[in-house]
């Protein structure tokens, strides 16, 4: 497991950060701690979850995934040789303020986070979408004062487009502000859109990215197949999301390309799970990859595109996939 600088931080994480966003709905607490034990053993350090996981829980399951991941560090010790990530943004509770990056949400979110993670520090702390009704100085600020109490350490953002990342950064640098240290984009081998603006700025900034759905929803595991119906319990048939992720990636067009890389795998002897891991790690700009899972032998097998080693041929069909798509526009939304 290669362990890397996040952006122009001192901080070392894994290439593999492993994604919670199952925990408590798709995969119960047993199921979830045999995932960490497993991605502890693989040598990863980074976990990344969020105060609103899981992912299709609905209010009344908020915050449950952060709680599986305090009880398993408590349990399984170590904190302080995991880089834990957790986001604020998305809603809480029905109330007017419990959702959103106003300096009340964030400093009550992030209270609320470190009390279900059973720690007294953040190490990354990350908006996870944009907030359009507050002012980015107002959340930066509180952001800020999060990182002088000790509370946070790093701070970062997800779903944010390049121009609401470059003001946000300006920002930081105008006031004397902390700054996104990182950026968790969606990146995978049928979605590369961020190589437009969003790739350029952070390495131009030295901004460190971890790329979200690099198995494109599990798409890109060979798992679906065209023509087939939505399977209950897998991520396209859950509540509050399934419908965003058919939107993404349940298109003729995209079942049909992903066929194909198959069929050129195939002669090759290469999963196509190991492949698109692979092509993402090997991509210049992206620091970490997130990797989840709601079974252990799924993790234990994705685990196994980190060492894989992609020839000229391949880089250069996988490369044409992107081009093969219709374009879609990029409508980043939170609770991925």
């Known amino acids: 497991m290669k362990i890397k600088r996040l952006g122009r931080t001192g901080l070392k994480v894994s290439e593999i950060c492993l994604g919670t966003m199952t925990f408590g709905n798709q995969a119960d607490q047993a199921t979830a701690f045999a995932i960490m034990d497993i991605a502890d053993q693989a040598g990863v350090n980074f976990i990344d979850t969020a105060d609103v ?21 408590q349990q399984r010790g170590g904190r ?51 907030d359009l009704n507050t002012p980015i100085e107002e959340s930066l600020r509180a952001l800020d004062d999060l990182v002088t109490s000790g509370k946070v350490r790093y701070i970062g953002c997800s779903n944010y487009q390049s121009w609401q990342l470059a003001e946000a950064l300006w920002t930081s640098d105008k006031l004397n502000l902390a700054r996104f240290e990182c950026d968790q984009p969606r990146y995978n081998i049928l979605f590369r859109m961020i190589e437009d603006e969003i790739a350029p700025l952070c390495q131009s900034q030295g901004v460190g990215v971890i790329a979200y759905n690099p198995l494109a929803g599990g798409m890109l595991t060979g798992r679906y197949q065209k023509g087939q119906d939505v399977q209950q319990g897998t991520r396209f048939a859950l509540a509050n999301s399934g419908e965003l992720y058919r939107k993404r990636y349940w298109k003729e067009a995209v079942f049909e390309e992903v066929e194909a ?76």
């Open 53 to 73: 996981y899981p992912l299709g829980g609905g209010l009344e399951k908020v915050g449950s995934t952060e709680t599986i991941v305090g009880n398993w560090l």
């Open 261 to 336: 890389i198959k069929q050129f795998l195939e002669p090759r002897d290469k999963s196509l799970t190991h492949v698109a891991l692979a092509w993402v790690l090997q991509q210049p700009v992206v620091t970490s990859a997130i990797i989840g899972a709601s079974r252990p032998e799924q993790l234990q097998d994705s685990l196994q595109g980190v060492d894989l080693v992609l020839d000229k041929e391949e880089n250069e069909y996988l490369d044409q996939v992107w081009y093969n798509l219709p374009r879609e526009h990029d409508t980043q939304i939170a609770r991925r």
């Open 80 to 130: 302080n040789q995991i880089v834990l990530a957790t986001k604020c943004r998305g809603a809480m509770g029905s109330g007017p303020n419990d959702e959103g990056l106003s300096r009340q949400h964030i400093i009550s979110a992030c209270e609320a986070s470190l009390k279900r993670l059973q720690t007294d520090y953040i190490d990354l702390y990350q908006f996870h979408s944009p």
